[in-house]
């Protein structure tokens, strides 16, 4: 018989039971973004776990980036990619090189996987539904990096309201029609923040937020936001975490009750880090 029944292997079933119970009808707005989502079998697993979440009764807004895709484009047309904190400087060639390849490939992708696994879904950019407005986030004319202004998300809650996942590429528009290129992060904080959802989770390419920037085994699991200022103010939190974390702040400060940042090149990192106590990556809460 044991060789035909093993129910041991659903014993983690009474581990997750509270979290299931604790998460359904909540929302999650996740960014999935850095070097993981060039690798098509990790991004297939994400893709796979983000639609567990989903048929678990959590909603899911997913925002993305594609920094190394649009580096790679850049590289290819011969022109420099240039950033200032963690934050890429736009000009116009190069915005249309963003557009194009946030809208244009890895948004449809995206989609695409997640509809091939029985999972209804939606791509959309900031301009869609009059969902983001722009401004742009320098004094400098010829820099198209943007920032949020506003977000209206009925056309977010239209579409969870029908059970689909939104994905949305981190472009948007100002009143007048200029196109921006916005940081992923920043997008997904505000979406969260508009939401209020009960989780904004980072899925980058670094295992969190590290006392030690090459020691990945000072990984700080929990946080508060005196934690962050503390952090910041000896320059600990550096480079790419720098928007990421601002972006945690800014959510959390609006009523999001936690934001996260996770390993996304780690086998099932979402799942870790959502239903056990252990959890993977960083988590900041108020």
């Not at 980036?65 to 400087?89: C, E, S, T, Y």
């Not at 400098?140 to 809650?157: A, E, H, R, S, W």
């Not at 472009?171 to 969260?192: E, P």
Request: one cysteine or more; hydrophobic letters at 40%.
């Amino acid at each position: 018989m044991s060789n035909l029944l093993n129910l041991d292997r659903f014993s983690f079933l009474k581990d997750i039971l509270p979290f299931l119970q604790r998460y359904f009808g909540s929302t999650f707005v996740i960014k999935y973004g850095g070097s993981v989502i060039q690798n098509d079998l990790l991004k297939s697993d994400v893709i796979k776990d983000i639609c567990l979440l989903h048929c678990l009764g959590i909603n899911i807004v997913l925002v993305h980036g594609g920094g190394f895709l649009i580096n790679h484009w850049l590289h290819k047309l011969k022109i420099q990619p240039k950033f200032v904190d963690g934050v890429r400087v736009t000009d116009s060639d190069t915005m249309q090189v963003v557009e194009m390849v946030l809208t244009g490939k890895i948004n449809n992708e995206l989609v695409s996987l997640l509809n091939q696994n029985n999972v209804f879904s939606v791509g959309l950019c900031g301009k869609d539904g009059n969902l983001i407005k722009a401004s742009s986030l320098s004094n400098m004319p010829n820099n198209l990096t943007g920032k949020v202004d506003y977000v209206d998300n009925k056309i977010i809650n239209l579409l969870l309201s029908n059970k689909c996942i939104p994905v949305v590429a981190s472009v948007a528009s100002d009143f007048n029609g200029k196109t921006y290129n916005i940081n992923a992060d920043a997008v997904a904080s505000s979406i969260a923040s508009s939401l209020k959802a009960d989780k904004l989770i980072l899925l980058t390419d670094t295992p969190g937020i590290l006392s030690d920037l090459h020691n990945s085994s000072t990984l700080i699991r929990y946080l508060n936001l005196d934690k962050i200022k503390h952090l910041q103010l000896n320059n600990i939190i550096s480079g790419g975490m720098i928007p990421k974390v601002n972006s945690c702040v800014s959510a959390l400060n609006s009523h999001v009750r936690s934001a996260h940042i996770i390993d996304g090149r780690v086998k099932h990192s979402l799942l870790y880090e959502v239903f056990t106590k252990q959890r993977i990556g960083s988590m900041i809460v108020f």
